[in-house]
């Protein structure tokens, strides 16, 4: 009797340290520019959604803090499984009390998964432009760690434009790239092609993936435009560690007026979890093999 019960304590450790696979999730994640975010909930439903592993960054969405409280009650109304994670409110249109629409900026995520906010590493000055934010979000046990944002938009040609978006851009690299490691992205609206500003080359530096430059590489299907049809100025970086998990990427134009949709889809984060090597060879130092003793010089080579 004792035996059986010292057995079955036995097995049941043993089971509880050794868990069996866990819950599958493939991560579908995004970036959607609705120039607003209100009063649209009933198309915020008919996004591409995976159970439990949803996540969109949100450039443009006007909300003010009133506008957040009425957000969060859209998306129950419409039952469209989304959660708001709100950057900085913007500041309102209008001076009257009871205005809720905001100026053009601000941004948010939209996701189905657990999620909080990161500590911020930024200024309360650049925090209130409400162009940068970034969350955690939790996917089968694991923490992906994302951040958005929304470029300056008027005259983005110039130098002085250019500038204040990657002010805002660093930031986000800064505390993702450089100061964070693991599953990490950063998208939204850049108001920029593809290495307009140097965060795009730094990030593609540090092994930082452009899903739609993957695609096209990977998968042979054309950079597509994302703004207007005419430019491609919305933008998803995936780290290293994430682009392994790189399945499809998807871009269109048929939800919003002005920008595409643009999300990735990925494999299971599954264990154990894949990991990123590029193997490069170093070169050999030669004069430190001739010197080095029970070597053969390069002139005994040509003896043999």
């Excluded at 009650?73 to 499984?81: S, V």
């Excluded at 040609?157 to 992205?185: P, Y």
């Excluded at 939800?255 to 984060?269: G, M, N, R």
């Excluded at 990123?276 to 030669?286: G, M, T, V």
């Amino acid at each position: 009797m004792w035996f059986a019960i010292l057995l079955w304590a036995l097995c049941s450790i043993g089971e509880a340290t050794n868990p069996g696979p866990g819950k599958q999730v493939y991560p579908q994640i995004g970036c959607i520019n609705p120039t607003g975010l209100l009063n649209k909930g009933s198309l915020l439903q008919q996004l591409p959604q995976t159970p439990d592993g949803t996540i969109w960054a949100v450039s443009e969405s006007h909300l003010t803090t009133p506008g957040i409280v009425k957000m969060k009650r859209e998306l129950a109304l419409h039952k469209t499984g989304l959660s708001l994670q709100a950057g900085a409110p913007v500041p309102s249109r209008s001076n009257t009390l009871s205005a809720i629409g905001g100026r053009q900026r601000g941004v948010a995520f939209l996701t189905n998964t657990p999620h909080r906010s990161m500590t911020p590493s930024w200024t309360v000055d650049q925090w209130s432009e409400s162009r940068i934010h970034s969350s955690c979000f939790l996917l089968a046990n694991r923490w992906i760690q994302g951040g958005v944002v929304y470029g300056f938009s008027k005259q983005p040609d110039t130098i002085a434009t250019k500038q204040k978006t990657e002010s805002q851009v660093q930031c986000l690299v800064q505390r993702l790239a450089i100061h964070s490691s693991g599953l990490r992205f950063i998208g939204g609206d850049f108001n920029q092609p593809m290495g307009g500003i140097a965060s795009m080359q730094q990030l593609s530096d540090l092994g930082w993936v452009d899903v739609q430059q993957w695609a096209q590489s990977k998968l042979q299907k054309p950079i597509q435009f994302t703004s207007k049809g005419a430019t491609t100025v919305d933008h998803l970086f995936v780290s290293p560690e994430l682009a392994c998990y790189l399945k499809d990427v998807h871009v269109d134009s048929s939800w919003f007026p002005d920008h595409a949709v643009l999300w990735a889809e990925f494999e299971s984060l599954g264990q154990p979890p894949m990991l990123p090597l590029w193997k490069q060879p170093s070169p050999i130092e030669w004069k430190n093999v001739k010197e080095a003793d029970g070597l053969l010089d390069t002139n005994d080579f040509n003896q043999m």
